[in-house]
C-alpha cells in the first residue's frame, strides 16, 4: 500500500493542523512496515516542529508551494499527476482539487467555518466551505478528530455516517514524561493562539473577577503566539496589569515543561474540533477548567471541570474551587492522566492505518506477516 499524504501544514505558520499532520506521518511511518508513506510536496525527513515558521529552510520551502499553488491551479490534471503511483491521496486542508484517478480520502479537523463564521476570516471561511465541497463529499473516507466532529459533519454537511471514521489525535510522550519548570510563583497556564475563538478576553474579564487572596497567590501565565484579530486582547496582555504574564509564542520543545509546572490549566475555547492544549494538560497531569462545548467534555471527560465559556462569573468560580482545594486538584489530576493514556500517536496511527487498508479492501494487521 503507497499513501501521499497532503502535508503542506508543516511548511506554514500554523498550531493544531501542523501538529497533527507532524506527529501524525511521523508515525504512521515508524508502524507502516512494507507499505509506504509519502508526503506533499516532496517532504522525506519532517525535521523538527516549528509553529511559527516552516519545518524547512526558505530556500527548500518555497519551491514546494509553488508546487502546491501550481497543483491547485492545474486542477484535476494536476492532481492527478501529483498522486500518478500511489494507491491513497490523503489530503488536509491545503490541496483543494480531487483527483479522479486515485483513492481520496481526508481528515475532518472541525466544523467551525460553519458553526461560528464570525470567528474565522472571510478568506478561511471561503477556503473551507470550498474544500469541503471538493474534498470531503467526494472523499471515499474521512477520519473525525472527535466523535463531536464526525456528527457535525454528518450534520452540517450530510456526509453519510459510514464514510467517517473516528481517530482520535495524539498527544507526544514529552507531556507523559514532562517535568515542571521552575517559576518563582504559582501560576494557572493558558495555551493557544491569541484570536477570538480562544475566547482569551473572558479568561481575563474572569481572572479579574478572582478573590484578591487567590489573585495575590498565583499568577496567569498566557502563552501563544498571535492570531487574526488579536490587537484588543494582545493590548491587555500587554498593558502591565499585576499578576498576568503573557509569554507570546512559545517553543514547542518547552511548552510541556511548563504545562507540567501548572497548578491549573485554564481553556475556556469557544469550540475545538479534538482540544490539543487540553489533551496535553491532563498528560502533564494538570487538573484542568475548560469548556462545556463541542468536544471538549468527550476528550477532557472525567479529567476536568466544565464551566460555560461564555460566563466570566462561571469561569473564575471554577478556577477559585480548584485552586482552593488539594484534594481536588488531585482528584483532577489523576483521572485526566488516565483519561490521556487514550490520546497516543502510536495508537492513533496504527488506527488510520487500518483505515487506509479498508478503504482499499485489503486485509486487517492481524493477518499481516509485516505487522
Not at 55 to 76: D, E, F, K, M, Q
Not at 91 to 112: E, G, I, W
Not at 156 to 172: C, D, F, H, R, T
Request: aromatic fraction near 8%.
Amino acid at each position: 500500500m503507497r499513501v501521499l499524504i497532503d502535508a503542506t501544514s508543516v511548511l506554514l505558520r500554523s498550531a493544531g493542523i501542523k501538529s497533527y499532520t507532524y506527529h501524525w506521518i511521523r508515525h504512521l511511518r515508524t508502524l507502516a512496515g512494507a507499505d509506504e508513506i509519502h508526503a506533499f510536496p516532496l517532504l522525506g525527513d519532517l525535521g523538527d516542529l516549528r509553529h511559527e515558521r516552516s519545518v524547512l529552510s526558505a530556500a527548500s520551502t518555497y519551491p514546494r508551494l509553488a508546487l502546491l499553488y501550481g497543483i491547485n491551479l492545474a486542477g484535476s490534471l494536476g492532481i492527478d499527476w501529483m498522486a500518478s503511483g500511489f494507491d491513497v491521496l490523503h489530503l488536509s486542508n491545503q490541496v483543494r482539487v480531487a483527483p479522479s484517478k486515485v483513492r481520496m480520502t481526508a481528515t475532518v479537523h472541525d466544523l467551525t467555518c460553519w458553526l461560528l463564521p464570525e470567528l474565522h476570516t472571510a478568506g478561511n471561511v471561503r477556503a473551507d466551505r470550498s474544500f469541503a465541497e471538493h474534498v470531503w463529499k467526494k472523499a471515499s473516507g474521512l477520519i473525525a478528530v472527535s466523535e463531536n466532529t464526525k456528527q457535525d459533519a454528518i450534520r452540517m454537511l450530510g456526509i453519510a455516517p459510514e464514510k467517517i471514521q473516528v481517530i482520535y489525535s495524539g498527544v507526544s510522550q514529552q507531556y507523559f514524561d514532562a517535568k515542571p519548570s521552575v517559576s518563582k510563583r504559582p501560576y494557572v497556564l493558558f495555551i493557544g493562539t491569541i484570536e477570538p475563538r480562544k475566547n482569551v478576553d473572558t479568561l481575563l474579564d474572569a481572572w479579574h473577577l478572582l478573590r484578591a487572596d487567590v489573585r495575590s497567590e498565583f499568577d496567569l501565565v498566557i502563552a501563544g503566539a498571535t492570531g487574526w484579530s488579536s490587537e484588543r486582547t494582545v493590548a491587555r496582555l500587554n498593558s502591565g496589569i499585576e499578576g498576568i504574564r503573557y509569554l507570546g509564542y512559545v517553543a514547542e520543545a518547552e511548552l510541556p515543561s511548563l504545562t507540567a509546572g501548572a497548578t491549573a490549566f485554564v481553556y475556556p475555547s469557544l469550540y475545538e474540533g479534538f482540544g490539543f492544549p487540553v489533551a496535553q494538560a491532563m498528560a502533564c497531569g494538570v487538573p484542568v477548567v475548560t469548556s462545556n462545548n463541542s468536544c471538549l467534555p468527550e476528550v477532557a471527560g472525567d479529567g476536568a471541570i466544565f464551566v460555560d465559556a461564555r460566563s466570566a462569573v462561571e469561569t473564575a468560580a471554577a478556577l477559585e474551587r480548584v485552586l482552593a482545594s488539594p484534594e481536588l486538584r488531585v482528584r483532577l489530576a489523576e483521572a485526566g492522566r488516565k483519561r490521556a493514556q487514550r490520546y497516543r500517536w502510536e495508537e492513533c496511527a496504527r488506527q488510520s492505518l487500518e483505515f487506509f487498508r479498508r478503504r482499499l479492501g485489503h486485509p486487517s494487521s492481524a493477518g499481516r506477516a509485516d505487522s
